[in-house]
């Protein structure tokens, strides 16, 4: 497991930039943490990282959001999905499945038994009204050199 300390929303987007540059299609980036914790912020870095050049807004109203770019992002957010039935009847394993794109899932933690095997799990900590623990735990070999790889580029610029 790593952990990265971030001091600001900025630092938090860059974070997830450089995560995205390391990221290939059929990643799968699921994230927890409370309200307001950068879920959505580190999202949006990882879209920038991945060559993503439209808006990433969270898609709180719309579970999914689809972004074209060089590699596709499918954004999913379960904030307001009340149970497990709503996730399955969403075809939510078209994109976890479907190996064209990246997919980050918001509230990951509400579909913590659909996850496949292998992915990356993310949480967001609230440290104070700036600063985030942002830990990153690999499930499988893939995201263990991401992982890796990330922890390297993240202590060259400390």
Known sequence: MLSIITKSAEETFHLGKVLGQR????????????????????????????????????PSFV?????????????????????????????????????????TVEWADKMEDLLPEHHLRVNLEIVDLRTRRISFQPYGLLYERIVEELNLATFRNR
């Not at 699921?30 to 993503?52: N, P, Q, R, Y």
């Not at 497990?84 to 976890?96: D, H, M, N, P, V």
């Open 23 to 58: 990221l290939s299609p059929s990643c799968i980036v699921a994230l927890s943490g409370e309200l307001g914790s950068g879920k959505t912020v580190l999202v949006k870095g990882i879209g920038k990282g991945i060559g993503i050049s439209s808006l990433i807004k969270s």
């Open 63 to 103: 579970t999914v959001h689809e972004y074209s770019g060089p590699i596709p992002l499918y954004h999913l957010d379960l904030y307001r999905v009340k149970n497990k039935q709503e996730i399955i009847s969403s075809g939510y394993e078209e994109y976890l499945y479907r190996g064209k794109g990246i997919v």
